[in-house]
């Protein structure tokens, strides 16, 4: 398997750090809002690569956290009058809704920083303690010149980033580069530390939850390409001058989500939110896997019109399969893969397996597809028809995408079978008659 990693820029043999397992961590969400479709890219994508992590046998730890701390929550508590913990404990659960209404997995480890607190206050003293931090008024903020190779991940030259900063000088600092670790303020939630009342900066809170969830460099980190810089690369460089790694060894990236030509902006309320899709969720998972997560997606209503008639088209030749092995009581698999379906089947892996390409993966389930038709035209080998479906279905495992079929009631077989019988024997009144019944209750 290999994966591009952000932090060398080029492709890399994945080797765990622990044989036979992975660890993840993927920036979640601030939640003062509804997430829109752009944020919800990551989590489909992230979600994916854990999917095929555990399909190829790994076990996987994922970790993805909540911001509950920000100047966006607090604003939003005065606006609506309500505590902090309310807004944030409302979007969590709103957030958490919507991933499970684009099909992703919510059974993972989600720290919350309030609950970090005070390994986020600890993390932060250690480095004042170790002259990479400093306070001025009961701010604190590190020292970016004692972080090696500041800039790295981003491809940028502190030079030019310290002639860029300059344009916003903040008198306290002693380099404008330099960002907060610790606010000093009175407004809204505080907490006590030893360098004063406040709250942490944003750039500490994810590095020191990962320092304490997992207590060692993990495998990979993941996250939108806009938080490369500054957020991703400022948690490097405090887990570089105190732990001396990079945090991980593998960095991931995913490209935005757009609507049209426009970058999504919820300040200019340009945004279509998770809550409100309409789409089916399979046809949205769909759309958003078959580009590749490092390239960036146009959204359309047109498009995504184009991936609802290529769902349905994959679920016409499921759902014929599905029935012709329902009605032969052959649905329970054998786990074994028929000959004739393995070189797409692997074709699957080896997309998924170079860095998660899954348009080709896709490709190789409409590919899979098309055989499946031509052996429901030419072969009554239930065998066969039944790898195609087990292989279908392990590809849907992967991808999460939901058929949502269920074995009919023994009427509906019989009704299924009489309906057969009238078209053999050309009995179309009849045949119509079933098959309108068949059809409301969504067997055809």
């Known amino acids: 398997m290999k994966i591009f990693n952000s932090y060398t820029n080029q492709l890399e043999e994945f080797k765990p750090i622990h044989k036979g ?21 990551p989590v489909i994508f992230f979600d994916t690569v854990r999917r095929y992590f555990e399909h190829r046998g790994y076990d996987v730890k994922y970790v993805s956290n909540f911001t509950d701390v920000d100047d966006k929550i607090i604003t939003k508590a005065i606006e609506l009058e309500k505590t902090e913990k309310e807004i944030t404990d409302h979007f ?24 970090y607190m005070d390994h986020i206050i600890d993390y932060i003293q250690q480095m004042i303690d ?27 030259k502190i030079d030019d980033l310290e002639s860029g900063a300059r344009i916003h000088v903040n008198e306290k600092k002693e380099n404008p580069l330099d960002f907060t670790l610790w606010k000093k303020t009175d407004v ?3 907490f006590d530390a030893p360098f ?55 960095w991931m990236h995913n490209g935005l989500l757009n609507i049209g030509e426009g970058k999504m902006s919820k300040s200019e309320g340009n945004v279509i939110l998770v809550k409100d899709l309409e789409i089916d969720s399979n046809v ?10 490092r390239s960036p997606i146009q959204y359309t209503d047109d498009v995504l019109e184009t991936y609802q008639t290529e769902w349905d088209k994959i679920m016409r030749v499921y759902k014929q399969i599905y029935v012709k092995l329902d009605l032969g009581d052959m649905l329970q698999g054998s786990g074994k893969i028929h000959p004739e379906l393995l070189e797409l089947y692997n074709e699957f892996l080896t997309a998924m397996d170079n860095d998660f390409n899954t348009p ?42 939901k058929p949502g079929l269920t074995p009919m009631p023994k ?34």
């Open 188 to 190: 809204g939630i505080t």
């Open 92 to 115: 969590i659960s709103a957030f958490l809704n919507d991933v499970e209404k684009v099909h992703s997995r919510t059974d993972y480890i989600k720290p919350r920083v309030t609950e």
């Open 130 to 156: 170790k002259g990479v931090a400093y306070q001025v008024d009961g701010d604190v903020y590190f020292r970016v010149e004692k972080a090696k190779d500041y800039g790295y991940l981003s491809n940028q």
């Open 284 to 293: 949205f998972r769909l759309f958003t896997l078959s580009t590749h997560y």
């Open 21 to 41: 397992k992975v660890n993840m961590y993927v920036c979640g969400p601030t939640v003062y809002n509804y997430i829109h479709i752009g944020n919800a890219r």
């Open 360 to 401: 080709n993966a896709i490709t190789a389930l409409q590919d899979l597809v098309k055989l499946g038709n031509q052996f429901l035209r030419q072969t009554h080998d239930l065998e066969l028809l039944r790898s195609v479906l087990e292989v279908m279905d392990e590809i849907f495992s992967v991808f999460a995408l």
């Open 196 to 250: 004063g009342e406040g709250r942490p900066g944003w750039h500490t809170e994810c590095v020191a939850m990962i320092d304490d969830v997992f207590g060692e460099k993990i495998d990979i980190h993941g996250g939108g390409s806009g938080l490369m810089f500054p957020h991703h690369e400022n948690e490097i460089a405090q887990s570089l001058v105190l732990n001396n790694h990079t945090i991980a060894n593998y």
């Open 411 to 444: 009427e509906d077989k019989q009704l299924y079978r009489e309906w057969e019988h009238a078209r053999q024997d050309k009995n179309f009144e009849k045949a119509d008659k079933i098959r309108a019944e068949l059809q409301e209750k969504g067997i055809l």
